[in-house]
């Protein structure tokens, strides 16, 4: 039996993927950048080893800057400095601790073609207390751990009154790369047609229609989006779709059974010893067999409606659900069809079977009108000789395993219209392997 949201356009399924999902935590280049943002030591891509941030040699000055932190005060600044930020705060913060200043004395250049420098700078430690302590540049760069050239970019901003703006990686250089807007087009595209949800099954699946693949919307996406025919082509589209949703085709043929599916994957698994394996080749063997005691029961009942007249027994079911129209026509992928529902009852004694048809605009798929198509069934094809009924459904709580049916066949044994009603409940599984649950009023 389907579920009556198999229908519902639920957002599940846009953010899986079919494919296996990419770790990049555990990516070298990704561990290698985080060990630089953090100052720890790594291999770049040459294969050179990168040793640690830390603080360098005394500057050397009449002042002895460096010597007014001790070697605790220094680790702590470097960690400061390098926690694992970005680059564009990192630089940032140092260029806070520079300032500008004017010139105060010139001296005269040896060469006559040098360049006269614009302006002075004064730089400062942040200690670990808040204090700022002024240092001279080659303390600067020693405590801080940058090279002369970070520095230079630095001041060169300063002056400019510009900001330090890391400019790695945003060059133009990937014509294969595609814009957001791009992006963006296809996931609405792919959004926009309608998904089915699996009824029996531990995990949620999300189906688009059987008649469609990715061959198809991608030629449906051209057909909307002419001008960028160039530009997304199958194999991008078809990438996108795998990476980006975990969306499947049509629907299953039959309803897998969890519980097999799960003791089938522990027997097959690589990872279990055999204990383990033999546990759950007995937990299988003993769930086949409570499924083989229900087809047991259903062959008995069935027996025992031929030759006893008195005796009837029905079972009932949801089919697939059906869209409406059913056409060939490419648009129609894209809108919310009708679905019509159709509910058989079977019966036993003569092996016969009814159909109880009509759409979503009628009625829902609820206990009220399974109890509507079992009073008419009973009325027009249960002989009025029969005083037990033995009824087989699913354990679909919103349609046959609920209080309004148990008091529908109560109301049936009160007014006398039948002696005893046996409602047999299937759980723990689907059609294919079954377990049963009795309730006899």
Not at 260 to 275: F, Q, T, V
Not at 348 to 361: C, Q
Request: charged share 30%; glycine share 6%.
């Amino acid at each position: 039996m389907i579920s009556s949201n198999e229908s519902d356009d639920s957002a599940e399924g846009l953010h899986g993927s079919r494919k296996r999902k990419r770790n990049l935590k555990v990516w070298k280049d990704n561990k290698r950048k985080t060990a630089a943002l953090k100052g720890e030591a790594y291999v770049s891509t040459s294969g050179k080893r990168v040793a640690p941030k830390s603080s360098g040699s005394p500057c050397g000055c009449k002042e002895k800057c460096t010597e007014k932190f001790p070697d605790e005060e220094k680790t702590i600044l470097i960690s400061k400095l390098y926690d694992g930020r970005p680059k564009n705060e990192r630089d940032t913060f140092l260029q806070g601790l520079i300032e500008v200043t004017t010139i105060s004395r010139r001296r005269g250049r040896v060469q006559a073609n040098a360049k006269p420098k614009s302006a002075s700078f004064k730089y400062s430690i942040l200690e670990s207390s808040g204090n700022r302590v002024a240092v001279c540049k080659r303390a600067f760069m020693s405590i801080y751990g940058v090279s002369h050239m970070q520095i230079q970019r630095l001041t060169t901003l300063l002056v400019t009154g510009a900001s330090p703006r890391d400019l790695r990686g945003l060059h133009n250089n990937r014509p294969r790369s595609k814009s957001d807007e791009v992006l963006i087009r296809i996931r609405e595209h792919i959004e926009r047609f309608p998904r089915k949800s699996t009824h029996y099954s531990s995990r949620v699946h999300q189906y688009l229609d059987a008649r469609l693949n990715v061959k198809t919307m991608h030629s449906l996406f051209i057909k909307e989006n002419p001008d960028l025919q160039h530009d997304v082509k199958y194999e991008f589209y078809l990438k996108y779709f795998k990476e980006n949703y975990a969306l499947k085709f049509g629907r299953p043929q039959v309803d897998v059974c969890s519980e097999c599916e799960r003791l089938g994957a522990k027997i097959k698994s690589k990872d279990l010893n055999d204990n383990a394996k033999r546990v759950a080749t007995s937990e299988l063997i003993v769930h086949k067999r409570r499924a083989k005691k229900f087809y047991n029961r259903l062959q008995d009942i069935q027996k025992l409606c031929q030759n006893r007249p008195e005796v009837a027994g029905i079972t009932l079911d949801y089919i697939q659900n059906l869209p409406l129209p059913n056409i060939p026509v490419q648009e129609i992928f894209y809108f919310r069809q009708l679905w019509v529902y159709a509910l058989e009852i079977h019966n036993l004694s003569d092996n016969s079977g009814h159909f109880y048809t009509y759409h979503e605009g009628h009625a829902c798929k609820g206990p009220n009108e399974v109890c509507t198509f079992i009073k008419n069934y009973i009325e027009t094809h249960i002989p009025g000789n029969v005083t037990e009924l033995h009824i087989f459904s699913d354990g679909c709580p919103g349609q046959n395993r609920n209080n309004t049916i148990v008091r529908f066949f109560l109301a049936l044994q009160a007014t006398k219209r039948f002696k005893k009603c046996i409602i047999i409940f299937l759980y723990e599984g689907t059609r294919s392997c079954p377990a049963i649950e009795t309730l006899e009023l």
